[in-house]
């Protein structure tokens, strides 16, 4: 099993013999239930309606043995890589820890907010640290990021009216020029957008029927992205800016009338990006991480 930290203040920590570090054992746990529950009246039993989760804990046990052994090639003393690996515990910090299990199987990855650490003081040269963390989103994610390009398509033409009174049933989302992005995991993951070249965008997932617009209303104004102008939107914390700068929101463009923030569901989903100009460029890119509970 292969092991890492990364911070962005702290860089990254190979917790690897060749590195001064040992784990023998690690626990992912797993997230606790959000419940949501209520007696029956006049009855026994809840009815119990809870779907969500929370946090989950994540402990580990390692051994640091600094280059007594001189297997690591470090000039660093037990103290030293007891106080590097002891800064990934820092509740302040938001740390990721990449577990590659040596399966076969790709690299995943966890967010951490430090809980607890050891600090033991034995042999001299080694210490059996117990560290403890908390993963505040619950989930584990792929540790590559998967991009997905899905070029846009002309809106829908309006056709002709008949009068037929007879039942016609059509579906609610047309899945024609959908391209399909594939969340392999078993959760829910959410996707930032790159929407490139297009007028008035929409993002249309016609296997969940949701929608994310961008325009085209009184209320919104028309959105019209030239050049290499795009709009960046992260849908885990429902924001959308111009160009991913902060400081020029696209919130305001967005047609809530018709609109949410959706995940990608678990197992393919067919997206299509309509635009009202037909500009070659015209796409958005789709980066997300499939995730698992």
């Known amino acids: 099993m292969l092991l890492r930290l990364e911070e962005p203040t702290l860089g990254v920590l190979r917790l690897e013999p060749r590195y001064g570090f040992r784990p023998s054992r690690l626990d992912l746990g797993f997230p606790t239930a959000r419940a949501v ?31 007594s052994d001189g297997e690591s090639g470090w000039p660093y003393r037990r103290r030293d890589l007891l106080d590097r ?14 577990i590659d ?29 117990s560290l403890g ?3 505040p989103e619950g989930i584990l994610e792929l540790g590559t990021q998967l991009l997905v390009p899905v070029p846009a398509v002309p809106p829908s033409p309006a056709g002709r009216s008949y009068p037929r009174r007879y039942p016609l049933r059509y579906p609610r989302f047309s899945a024609a020029g959908a391209q399909g992005v594939v969340n392999i995991g078993t959760e829910p993951a959410a996707p930032i957008y790159r929407i490139f070249a297009s007028k008035n965008p929409a993002i249309i ?40 700068d902060r400081t020029q929101s696209a919130y305001g463009s967005i047609d809530f009338a018709r609109s949410s923030f959706a995940w990608l569901a678990p197992g393919s989903n067919r997206l299509r990006l309509v635009s009202e100009t037909q500009d070659p460029a015209a796409r958005v890119d789709v980066l997300y991480r499939p995730a698992w509970i």
């Open 101 to 129: 299990d040596e399966d076969g199987t790709a690299e995943r990855r966890v967010l951490l907010r430090g809980d607890s650490a050891g600090a033991p003081i034995e042999t001299p040269g080694y210490a059996e640290v």
């Open 37 to 67: 529950s209520e007696d029956r009246v006049n009855a026994h039993g809840t009815i119990d309606s809870t779907q969500l989760y929370g946090s989950r804990a994540v402990t580990m046990s390692v051994a640091v043995v600094g280059n």
């Open 205 to 244: 997932n016609p296997d969940t029927a949701t929608v994310l617009a961008f325009g085209g209303t009184a209320l919104t104004g028309t959105v019209q992205l030239v050049g290499s102008q795009y709009i960046e939107v992260d849908v885990r914390n429902a924001t959308a800016y111009y160009n991913g």
């Open 133 to 135: 963390w908390v993963a």
């Open 85 to 98: 690996l002891r800064a990934f515990l820092n509740p302040g910090r938001r740390s990721y820890l990449y």
